[in-house]
Structure formats: C-alpha cells, structure tokens
C-alpha cells in the first residue's frame, strides 16, 4: 500500500460536502466515509474535521442534529443542505476545470510548445 | 438562509454558550471513542488503542479553538474580554474615568431631553387611527398673501360635496359656553363641530351616539356630547346622563338654551392639544360666503395623496371663484397634513436646541478624545507589546474602540438620570410660558431609550476613533524604546489634540454669541417702556354673558356699578375697563372715514387702524399721558355725542399737520337713515405697546365702554393698587362678584406677570441657551486647560533646561500662556466666521434680535478669551515654579 496522500489546501470542505451528499453522517462518519471512498488513499488529520463541519454548519452548508449512532450512542449527524448542494456542484464544477487544465499542462511535451 | 445561520451561531454564542460548548466537547469525545474501539477490533490494546487515537486526533482543546472560530464566535470572545480589560482599565482610573462619564453624562443627557421633547411635539403622530391621513384644509387669500385661513361656511359645504379624495370633511371652531344650573355658572370649553367630525378622526362615544347628519340644522341642533372629564365631574360618571338636559348659553347666542345630551366621548379623546374640550355641540351655518371663520379637517381616501386632494381642491376653489367672484375671487384651497399644521411652526425653534445640544455634545466628545490621548502616551507600552506579540492594527484599534464606547454607555446610562430630571424641567418651564401643543406627552420612553443608546455608541465611536487611531499606528520600535522614558507624545498626536481644542473653543463661542446676541435683544426688550405704568396693577378677565348684557343700559348699570364697587375698597387707586390689555397679543382693526377729508385714492376706499374699547378712566388708571384733550368721563354717556380717544401715532398719521382734538370721524352708519355716525375725537393719548414689547405701536383708536360699541363681551378690569396687587385679588374678586355673580372672573394677574408672560418666549429661549453655552464654555476651559497643564508636564525637562540657561519667570509663563492663548485665539477667529453663518436663525426665537450685533459678539469675545486666559494662566503658574535642579535629574 502507498503512503496515504497529505489532503491538498482547501480541499478537505469539499469531501465533507461530498461525504454528506450521499448520506447524514456523525464526525466520525465523515471521516471513515472519504477514507473508505478514497481506498485509504487520503490522510485526515482527525482534529482539523471538526473546524471544518463548524464552519460548513456556520456558512449554511450542512445542517446538523442529534441522533442515535449504530452502536445506541448519542452522536451529532450532519446532512447537506440545499445551499450545500448547490456550493457542492459548483466546487466539483470548477474542481474539474481546474483539473484538466493542470493535468494538460503537466502532460506537454517539449514538442507541443 | 446562510444570514439567519450565522445569526443562529451569535445568539447561541451569547445566549446558550455553555450548550454549545458541551455539544461540543460530546461530539470529539464520541469521535475518539468509535476510534478508539474500531483501533481495538483491528487487534490493538484497549491502552494502545487510546494512546493512537489522542496521538491521530490531536488536541482537542485545539479542534475546539478551531470550531468557536469557524463558528463566528472569535470575534464575541474578543469582545468579551475587551468589555472586562476595558472595566478593568477604567477602574484602575478613578479620576480620568469620572471625568469622562461626568463630561459624557452632561452632553448626551442633554441631547435626550432635547430629543424627548422634539419626540413627543414633533415626530410622534397624532392621537388618532392613521393619522398620517388627517388633513387641514384651508381657505387661501392671495390678496392678503394668507395660505392658512378659515373657511366661510358656504365654501366648505363645496368642498365637502364635490371632493372625492377625501372620507370625510368636518368644520369645527371654539366656543366658549356658559354652564348654568345651581347657584354659580361655569364657563366650559366647547367645540362646535360638523357632523361627520367624530367619524373622520375615527374615534366613536363612548356612551351614546355620535352627531347625525340634518343636526347643523337649526331647531335640531340642541344637543351635546360631553367630555368624559366633564361627564364624571357634573354626573358622577352616571350612565343614565345620556337622554338629560344641560342648560347653555354659547357666547354668540342670545340666551340660554337646553340641549340634550346624545353621547360621551372616551376617557383618552381630547381634540384640542392644549387645553381639553368640555363640550362638543353641532356647529350651525352662516350662508354667508364673505364669512370665514372655520378650520376644516378631512381625512384622505386610503390610496389618495396629498398632491392628489390638493389638485382636486385647486379646481373647486377656481370653480367656485368663477361662480362666486365677489367673495372668492382670491381665494383658493391649501391642504395641509394636520400634524404639520399643529407643530411645523415650531419645527425651526426645537432645530435650533437640538443644534445647541449637538455642538454641547462634540465639545464633550472633544474633552474626553482629548483625555483618552494623553492617557494613550501612558499606555503606550502595552499596546505596544500586545503589538509585538501579533495584534493587528484593526485589533488594536477594535480593543480601544471597545473601551470607549464602553465609557459612554456608561456616560449614557447616568444621562438617562440626568435626562429625566432635565426634561421634566423643559417642560415645566416651556410648558408654563408657552402653548407647545404636545409637550405634556414628553416622557422617557423607548424612544428615547433607544436614542440616548444609539447617541452613546455613535459618540463612543467618535470621541475614541482619533485616539484609537493614533495610537494604533505608532512605530513600535520607537514606542518599546521610548516607553521606559516619560513619553514625550509624537507630534502627530499633539496635532490631533491643538486641532480638537481649536475645534471646541469655537463652538463655545458660536453658542456664546447666539446667548450673547439673545440676551442683548431680551434687555433691549425689558428696557423698552411699554408706554404706561405696570407696577401695581391687577388685571382680570371678564366675560359678559350675551343674554344678559344686550342692552347698553344693563352694560353701562353693570360696569358703573362695578367700578365705583371696586375703587371704594381700601388701598385702591382707581379702577377701569379694557377690551384689549396691553401686551396681550390681540388686536381688532376698524375701518373709519374722516368727516371732511377726502376719502384715500388707494387702497380699499377707507382708512383702518386698531381699535380698542375702554372706560372712563382707563387712562388715568394705566397711566397713560393724554399729550392732549381728555379721556373718555362722565360727560360721555349713552345719549350724548358718541366719543373717541386716538393713540400719538394715530394721530401723527391722519393729522400731521394739525390737531386732532374735536375732528370728526365715522365707521358704522345709523341702521335706518343710513346716515354716517360721527365720533368726535377728545384726546390724544400716548402710544402703548398693545402687541408686544417689541413691536411698534400701531395707529389705535379707543371707543368708549358706556356708549354704544361693538364685540363688548370681553372685557379686562384693571385696578391701581397701593401695593402688591395680588394681595388684593381676592377682595378685587369678591367684590366683583357682589356685583353680579353671573359674570365669570378668569385669570386674575398682576400687570408685571402679564409684561413677564409676554416675553416669555424670549426669556425662556435666553436662559436655555445661555445654560448650554455656559456648559459648553465650561468644557472648553477645562479642554483648553487639561491640554496646556499636559504639555506643561511634558515639558518639565525643557523648562528646566530654559530656566537653568537665564530664562526669566516671566519668559517661562509668557511661553506657556502664548500656546494657550494661540490655540484660544484660533478658536476665537473660527468661531467667530462660523457664528456669523448661524445667528440669523435666532430670529426664530426672538424676533428683535440683531444676528451681528458688534457689541454682544466683542462682549462674548472678551469673556472667552479672559475664560482661555485663566484656563492657560494655572498651568503657567504651574511651569514657572519648576524648579530646574529638580526638572534636569528628572531627566
């Protein structure tokens, strides 16, 4: 197994969006979600979740409230909200531009120029 | 959506901090335990397992940082302990912190009386559902350039059938009635008004019935609401009073009549804002169209505007000028908003406060800017390791910004104090000596809560943003260097601190000038002879009912009687009678012929002066000099020739060249021979300020009380007194009721209160004024002081150094009096251009006044500079005792 990629700046706001998109999650939900979807390819650091969520929840992104976990514990689930869903797709929008245009970039050879 | 989240995220941050921070702590700690156990499936020791999941998860106090600042609550942190350093800062300083509060207290505790006054008189609306669309409506006469005057009664029933942009329109008009019934009558405060009047202000009795259309009628119109005052006060508030009978006598009528009472209107209804009705009784008509003597009131269709009506009535009007040219050709229709009608008069006089309470409160500001930057030289070396170790400039500035506004809400909670003491004061003085519609409403209430509060952060922000700037910009090096020496204060900052007590000083002397130029008017207006003798004189009221008194000879029987009552009682000069007293405002005009000279090519056709009626006697009672001719005397009676007394400017007008002693005149023409009625001249007698004190006497003639005159009803009795007149009103009083218990006495009044009352307006605008700018001189001296004293201080070591090389005493203190008296003087010469641009807006408060008057703006000068003289004088006396020995080791 390769040694688990450092998150890239900026970039941890947009999984959350994503794990959540696809199903209420508790914290550490979120996190074993964008590992397992990831194959354990990305490294989190576990306390650095948490600023994130809150300020998701802050600018109106997720929306959170108490629950029940899988083991009868009391936990705090977060959910994507419209503006959420809305801020997720233009994100993977730009993310995507962004990336073909890097990627086309790196892949010039000496001759294309 | 995103704004009411963060809101969410404030108010729980203040309101439910310890929730959040629980949910908070529950959540990591949830976290670390899933971990915790998944690390122990996998095969780990629960002591391992525990050990990695701290290790993998960081601090949690950390992520717990990182959440509070991701949720928006860093900054209501700061806050919080900037409020609590900055209450610890101030109680660290007693002396600066009571000052500031003091100076703060005063400023803005008199900009919230101020305002709690303009609220309840100016911008609270009116008592009445949606009042915004009740309305005047008035005539116009473009002829005699009047935009607010009384319909005639023809003219409303127009206005009243062809508009249709109002709901309604109602006529009303005072009227004084008589109660009689039992031994005494009453005079009672009527209000005759339109049916439809009540339903227009959307206000319905609450006992009975409102007036219905066909009662203007005559011979249906015997019927009354009563006040609710009135109601309990004559019926103990019995609901059976609806359906009696009420004896009055309206002043106009010929006799008593009975009405039935139809309603009574609720507890809180009161038309009128100066003095409430008693009772309301239909107005009848007069198909006269030549007679104005109506307000009218409407209330607009809900989707009409101003504008809208006031087309629509412009085309009535011309309509009705077209087909009524004789009585209306000049007329026109003018639509007021009602509040404006009642208040707008006054709108200039309150600006006129609250401007002097607003320059009041920036010299305060300026005051306590001024402490904040000599206290910031002390506090230097803290900002500037707080600094060091990574506050922001904006987070420096945020942390002083917070101190001060801090010191205002202070300031501003002792000015809610001071406020309500203050204001209660306003209006027990204006509310005494003028009619202020509304004033009796000013309270504290929210909306002054919320002003005063508004007041306190917004000065907050303005006294503390130039010190908070200063100091937040300071070079850091230089501050953590310099720190440990006595500051010395950059340049920059002593710029900042001339500038604010320049600023100051000149607006002690603009508010000094308009004092200054007020009080020069009101002594030119207490110097002014009124033109007869007021000392010792009672004045009062009386009214003669109509049905009583019609017949000369009843009047003539009654007032012989009543004066020769009066004069027999011990310590009485004489005694007379007046229609109008002098100084009392009212003023009749009477348009005359003089037999034998041709009739005056322009104008009207006729000559018009004032005219006034008065009993034999009045002359000599007042002291008026007759300069020549008699007075009016026994001589003079029903049945001889009728008589007239002229004023020196009447007689300087019509007679220049001769004397008008035994001409002849004629106003009224015998009803049928049609013959003119001559009046023959007696005497001239000297002018008396009938109007005011500082109003010219106008041409006046004087009809005799005992011969046949006009509007007789009201009459003044006037007595000469031995000694202080109120010691007499009560046997003056019993006396004049002796003689017929049916004539109501009203007011009794000594002749100096009645001259005081009239020129209430101006003395009561002199001393406020003249409060406010002796506050604001008091502040500025102390600025003026406090700046020269701090630099005094600052200077020691330069002191010492001058004095040690040969500077004499006297070099020392013309040193430090010159940077006082510059500063003073800047002030002067700004206040003095800026005073020149302001002061003819005390016209509004005094109509005498002269806005450049030379000698008052040099008076006020002097003083302010003799006040910045010895502002600069105790701290120079301070320098030159520095002793240079002392002052060099200082060093």
């Known amino acids: ?113 | 959506m995103r704004t009411y989240s963060r809101l969410r995220g404030w108010l729980l941050a203040v309101f439910n901090r310890t929730r959040m921070e629980d949910d908070m702590d529950a959540e990591m700690r949830a976290h670390m335990e899933a971990y915790t156990r998944d690390l122990m499936r996998k095969g780990l020791s629960s002591d391992e397992a525990l050990r990695r999941s701290r290790l993998e998860f960081g601090s949690i106090e950390t992520a717990k940082d990182g959440c509070r600042e991701s949720s928006g609550l860093r900054f209501w942190d700061e806050l919080g302990a900037d409020i609590r350093f900055g209450a610890r800062m101030l109680r660290k300083n007693p002396g600066f912190t009571a000052v500031a509060v003091l100076t703060l207290a005063l400023a803005i505790g008199a900009n919230s009386a101020i305002f709690s006054v303009v609220n309840a008189v100016l911008l609270r609306p009116l008592p009445f559902a949606d009042s915004d669309k009740l309305m005047m409506v008035w005539a116009t006469d473009s002829r005699r350039g009047v935009s607010q005057d009384v319909a005639s009664y023809p003219d409303f029933l127009d206005w009243r059938a062809q508009s249709k942009s109002f709901a309604g329109l109602a006529a009303f008009r005072n009227a004084t009635l008589i109660v009689s019934g039992g031994t005494e009558s009453e005079l009672a405060r009527g209000l005759r008004v339109s049916p439809g009047f009540f339903e227009i202000l959307k206000v319905q009795p609450s006992l009975g019935r409102s007036f219905r259309a066909g009662e203007e009628e005559l011979g249906s119109s015997q019927v009354a609401i009563l006040s609710d005052g009135f109601w309990k006060r004559h019926f103990g508030g019995a609901l059976d009073a609806v359906g009696k009978t009420i004896r009055l006598t309206a002043m106009q009528d010929q006799q008593a009549e009975t009405y039935t009472i139809v309603g009574v209107m609720p507890e809180d209804f009161r038309f009128s804002t100066d003095e409430a009705e008693d009772i309301y009784i239909p107005l009848v008509g007069d198909p006269n169209r030549n007679h104005g003597w109506l307000p009218v009131i409407g209330r607009l269709r809900s989707n009409v505007p101003t504008l809208q009506a006031q087309a629509e009535l412009d085309l009535i009007g011309q309509q009705l000028a077209k087909q009524y040219p004789k009585s209306n050709r000049d007329t026109g229709v003018n639509v007021q908003p009602m509040l404006e009608a009642l208040v707008g008069k006054l709108r200039a006089a309150l600006m006129i406060f609250v401007g002097v309470v607003a320059a009041v409160l920036l010299i305060g500001c300026s005051n306590v800017a001024n402490l904040m930057l000599a206290r910031s030289a002390v506090r230097r070396k803290e900002l500037a390791v707080r600094a060091a170790i990574g506050a922001s400039r904006g987070r420096l500035m945020r942390q002083l910004l917070t101190e001060s506004v801090l010191l205002a809400l202070f300031g501003g909670a002792l000015a809610l104090l001071l406020a309500a003491w203050i204001s209660h004061g306003l209006v027990a003085l204006l509310g005494k000596n003028f009619s202020i519609p509304r004033i009796a409403n000013t309270h504290i209430d929210p909306w002054v809560l919320a002003f005063t509060l508004a007041l306190s952060v917004t000065t907050g922000i303005v006294f503390g943003v130039v010190p908070a700037m200063t100091s937040a910009a300071h070079d850091l090096n230089d501050d953590l260097r310099e720190a440990s020496r006595g500051a010395t204060g950059s340049t920059r900052v002593r710029r900042w601190r001339w500038l604010l007590v320049v600023g100051e000083t000149a607006l002690a002397l603009v508010l000094l000038a308009c004092a200054g130029l007020l009080l020069q008017g009101l002594m030119a207006l207490r110097g002014t002879s009124p033109g007869f003798d007021r000392s010792n004189l009672l004045t009062v009221n009386l009214s003669l009912p109509k049905s009583k008194f019609e017949q000369l000879d009843s009047r003539v029987s009654y007032m012989s009687a009543l004066l020769s009552r009066i004069q027999a009682l011990p310590e009485i000069g004489s005694a007379a009678l007046v229609a109008d007293l002098p100084l009392g405002g009212s003023q009749d005009s009477l348009a005359f012929h003089i037999i034998g000279q041709p009739e005056p090519t322009t104008g009207k056709g006729f000559r018009v002066a004032e005219f006034n009626i008065a009993s034999p006697g009045y002359f000599h009672t007042m002291e008026i000099p007759m300069l020549s001719g008699r007075e009016f005397g026994s001589e003079d009676t029903a049945s001889t020739p009728r008589v007239a007394v002229i004023n020196k400017t009447a007689a300087r007008r019509f007679w220049p060249d001769e004397d008008p002693v035994g001409k002849q005149i004629w106003s009224e023409q015998d009803p049928i021979t049609k013959q003119p009625i001559p009046l023959t001249i007696v005497g001239v007698a000297g002018d008396v300020r009938q109007t005011g004190l500082g109003r010219p006497s106008r041409a006046e003639i004087y009809l005799d009380y005992l011969q046949p005159v006009p509007d007789w009803y009201w009459s003044v009795l006037v007595v000469r007194t031995a000694s202080d007149p109120m010691r007499l009103a009560d046997a003056v009083k019993n006396a004049a009721s002796s003689v017929d218990p049916d004539v109501p006495l009203q007011q009794m009044r000594s002749m100096e209160e009645v001259l005081s009352t009239s020129i209430a307006r101006e003395r009561v605008s002199t001393l406020l004024l003249g409060i406010f700018a002796a506050l604001a001189l008091a502040l500025a001296a102390i600025g003026l002081y406090g700046v020269v004293s701090y630099s005094v201080a600052q200077r020691t070591t330069e002191m010492g150094v001058r004095m040690a090389l040969g500077a004499t005493r006297a070099d020392v203190l013309r040193l430090v009096l010159s940077q006082g008296l510059r500063l003073g003087l800047s002030g002067l010469l700004i206040g003095l251009v800026s005073a020149a641009m302001v002061t003819r807006l005390l016209t509004h408060l005094m109509e005498n006044v002269h806005p450049y008057d030379p000698i008052a703006l040099s008076v006020v000068s002097a003083g302010l500079m003799a006040v910045v003289l010895f502002a600069s004088y105790v701290p120079a006396r301070r320098a030159t005792r520095i002793n240079p020995i002392s002052a060099l080791r200082h060093e």
């Open chain 1, 1 to 113: 197994m390769a040694k688990p990629l450092d998150l890239l700046q900026g970039t941890l706001d947009m999984l959350i969006l994503k794990a959540v998109s696809l199903g209420p999650l508790h914290g550490y939900g979120v996190l074993l979600r964008i590992e397992q979807i990831s194959g354990n390819r990305l490294e989190i650091q576990q306390g650095s979740l948490y600023p994130a969520l809150y300020r998701l929840e802050h600018q109106g992104l997720i929306a959170s409230e108490w629950g029940e976990s899988e083991n009868k514990r009391k936990a705090k689930y977060y959910r994507l909200t419209a503006a959420g869903r809305r801020q997720l797709q233009t994100e993977t929008e730009s993310w995507n531009r962004m990336a073909d245009v890097i990627a086309g970039i790196l892949g010039t050879s000496a001759e294309e120029v």
